[in-house]
C-alpha cells in the first residue's frame, strides 16, 4: 500500500542512502499518479512553476516540492512534482491530493522523491512510513545555559520539565537548544544575533551578556539579573511582548514550556 499516491500502490525505483536521503516513487514502471497528503498537517513550504534543472543543487534539487509539517511534529517532503494543487499555510487531509508526479528539479525522469522529517528537521528512511502512521515525538527537548562569569555551559534541563537554565546573579551569554528556532540579543552589540535550530548551534556570544531572547512556536522566560522574572512570551515578533528581556538589562537564566 501506498499512502502518497493516489491509487494506493507505488514502485520503489530508488531508495534510501546515506547520499539519497528520500525514495523515489512511481506507480508502476513509467506510469505517473497525483500526489495524496500521508497525514493530516499543514503544508509549511510550497515551490512550484521550476522546471527541469539536472544540475541543481540543495534546495533547488527538488524543483517543485510541497512541504507538510504534521501534527506530531514530524514533517513529508514530495519533490520534482509537476503541478502543486496546495498552498502555504492550508491545512490539508490524511488522502488530499497535494499535486502531481514530475520531473522537475535535478531529475532524469519523472517521479516522486518522497521524504520523511522528525521534529528536528532530520531526514529519516521514509520507507517503512510508506504504509504506516508516522511516530510519535517523545524526545526529550533540552536546553542549556552558559554561565558568562564561570565561563562554562551549565548542565542541561529539559523544556517542560526541569525549572530553569542559568545560575542567578551570573549573566548568561549563550543557550543551546534542540528542536527550536532561537535567537538572542547580544546586550553589549545592540543587536539580534543570527538565529540557530536543531542545535547545529548555539545562540549567543560566549563573551557578552544576553538582554532579549525570542523562540518560535515555544512559551518561554527570562530572569533579569538582580531582578524577577518578567511575563511568559509565546510570540515573536517586534513588539515589547513579542522577545522575553528588557533591553540593557543582563539575562541570568531562562525557563521553556
Ligand atoms: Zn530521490
Redesign the pocket.
Known amino acids: 500500500m501506498s499512502r502518497v499516491l493516489l491509487n494506493g500502490v507505488n514502485q520503489i525505483t530508488?531508495r534510501y542512502l546515506s547520499n539519497?536521503k528520500?525514495?523515489?516513487l512511481v506507480k508502476k514502471t513509467n506510469q505517473l499518479d497525483t500526489i495524496i497528503a500521508h497525514s493530516d498537517g499543514v503544508v509549511v513550504n510550497v515551490k512550484k512553476g521550476l522546471g527541469n534543472t539536472p544540475m541543481a543543487t540543495n534546495t533547488a534539487s527538488y524543483g517543485n516540492f510541497v512541504k507538510i509539517k504534521h501534527d506530531n511534529g514530524y514533517y513529508t517532503l514530495y519533490?520534482?512534482l509537476k503541478d502543486v494543487y496546495v498552498k502555504e499555510t492550508q491545512r490539508v487531509k490524511k488522502g488530499e491530493k497535494i499535486g502531481y508526479m514530475g520531473n522537475s528539479g535535478n531529475s532524469y525522469g519523472a517521479?516522486l522523491?518522497f521524504e520523511v522529517r522528525n521534529p528536528l528537521d532530520e531526514r529519516i528512511d521514509p520507507t517503512y512510513y510508506l504504509d504506516h502512521d508516522l511516530p510519535n515525538f517523545n524526545r526529550a527537548i533540552k536546553y542549556q545555559a552558559y554561565d558568562k562569569v564561570k565561563k562554562y555551559w551549565l548542565p542541561e534541563v529539559i523544556v517542560g520539565k526541569d525549572d530553569y537554565a542559568g545560575n542567578f546573579g551570573n549573566p548568561i551569554s549563550g543557550i543551546y537548544l534542540d528542536y527550536y528556532k532561537i535567537r538572542v540579543h547580544d546586550l553589549n552589540k545592540g543587536y539580534w544575533l543570527p538565529w540557530v535550530t536543531n542545535r547545529s548551534d548555539y545562540a549567543g556570544n560566549l563573551n557578552n551578556s544576553i538582554d532579549g531572547v525570542q523562540i518560535e512556536n515555544a512559551t518561554y522566560r527570562v530572569h533579569i539579573k538582580n531582578g524577577n522574572w518578567l511575563s511568559w512570551v509565546n510570540k515573536v515578533d517586534d513588539t515589547a511582548d513579542g522577545y522575553a528581556g528588557i533591553y540593557g538589562k543582563e539575562i541570568d537564566a531562562i525557563q521553556i514550556k
Open positions: 530508488g539519497h528520500g525514495v523515489d519533490a520534482h517521479h522523491h
